[in-house]
């Protein structure tokens, strides 16, 4: 029998926070606290959860080879002989038919998202990773197709521009990824890393930082925010006539602005960013300034 541990391990679920992305249609367009649209993509983000984890099984079985002979990866349960090829191709397989299984009776459109998800990533585990540029478009794609899943199980559609925040900040964590792993352990922890260098990386990582930010800017300004209907905001809309139409969300740009200098920063300064789910939960300014910012997007869409 596995542990919990070395099962928590396998699935990697402190990756698992990536299919947050789902619940960004529900959050933006004011239904987070309606109760059918919030367990649809409850329901949407666990299945996004159960293929995650069965991709990145398949992915470690493919490069349990070249993990054994990683500083880090070399603990990976299947790397390291915890858990047989046997045995975790099983539990992939099991997660695929639980999580597709629930896609077919969700809808149509949502098993097909599924199917390229899965496509997607197989494709970039065995070959789009081998080619620069191409490999940090397809880890960008992963989460634009998360984000379009919160939009089919709700029919609640993201704004463009916020939809185009999401692939640039996608892209800027992507590159600071290959970025730090190119510093910490030189061009043999991938393959691909030798087809890059330090300035061309710097220049994917200043353009998409500037990308998400002009994005979410114009997001912010140009996008009207929903107004929910509480006790609380018609209140406050009696005190403060006409702040629906006072663009508040654009209070929230510094605090997306410090957060991008932030991340920047960790890694100019520590080499931080080879595991980013990692960094997002352990760095207190980070977690603190997301928190604040989550804080402050609720408030202006659900209270004021």
Known sequence: MYTFNVIARLLRTNQWMKNAVIFVSIIFSGKLFEIEPFLATLTACIVFCFLSSGLYIINDILDAPSDRRHPVKKARPIASG??????????????????LTTAVYFSPAFFLLCLLFICLNVAYSTILKSYAVIDIFAISFSFMVRAYAGEVVTGFHIPV????????????????????????????????????????????????????????????????????????????????????????????????????????????????????????????????????????????????
């Open 82 to 99: 915890e858990v047989s090829v046997r045995a975790a191709f099983i539990i992939a397989i099991a997660l695929f038919i639980g999580a």
């Open 161 to 304: 521009w916020l939809r185009l925040t999401i692939f640039f900040l996608s892209l800027f964590i992507a590159s600071i990824k290959r970025n730090a792993e190119l510093a910490v352990m030189g061009a043999e922890a991938r393959d691909t890393l030798a087809k890059y260098n330090k300035h061309f990386l710097d220049f994917l990582t200043y353009t998409f930082a500037t990308a998400t930010i002009i994005a979410y800017c114009l997001y912010s300004y140009i996008e009207q925010t929903p107004q929910v209907s509480t006790a609380a905001n018609s209140f406050i809309a009696s005190i403060i006539p006409g702040i629906e139409n006072r663009k508040l969300m654009t209070a929230t740009i510094p605090v997306v602005v410090y957060a991008i200098a932030r991340y920047g920063q960790l890694f100019y300064t520590r080499v931080q960013g080879e595991r980013p789910e990692k960094l997002i939960v352990t760095d207190i300014p980070l977690a603190g300034t997301m928190i604040v910012w989550a804080i402050m997007t609720i408030s202006i869409i659900y209270l004021l």
